[in-house]
């Protein structure tokens, strides 16, 4: 089984900055799995928002949060992040780290395993 536990949520004012973390814990390697975060607004499904490959670093990003938005991963300590500059309120979500061996994917019913989420809240 994979346990995926998110960190760092929290308020910030519009154009302000966050940092998530991801931290993974499974009996099987942290670099067999792809890593992608999502989000979820009241009333909304779930989006996504960026995915990082394995480990050649390969990144894909929904047009929202591109050139604002990085995902990156640390495979020596089993750890994805998503640094979010620029923030906007409509950035405001709960957001989500999941994983899914091998290839990646942009859509949630991809994915295998689930963190509890990590409210982020942005003011104007």
């Known amino acids: 089984q994979v346990q995926l536990v998110e960190s760092g949520g929290g308020l910030v004012q519009a154009g302000g900055s966050l940092r998530l973390s991801c931290t993974f814990s499974?009996?099987?390697?942290?670099?067999?799995?792809?890593m992608a975060w999502f989000r979820q607004a009241p009333g909304k499904e779930r989006e996504f928002v960026g995915v990082i490959s394995r480990s050649d670093g390969r990144t894909l990003y929904s047009e929202s949060v591109k050139g604002r938005f990085t995902v990156s991963r640390d495979n020596g300590k089993n750890t994805a992040y998503l640094q979010m500059n620029s923030l906007k309120p409509e950035d405001t979500a709960v957001y989500y780290c999941a994983a899914r061996p091998l290839t990646y994917a942009d859509y949630a019913s991809a994915y295998d395993y689930w963190g509890q989420g990590t409210q982020v809240t942005v003011s104007s």
């Open positions: 499974s009996g099987r390697s942290f670099d067999t799995y792809v």
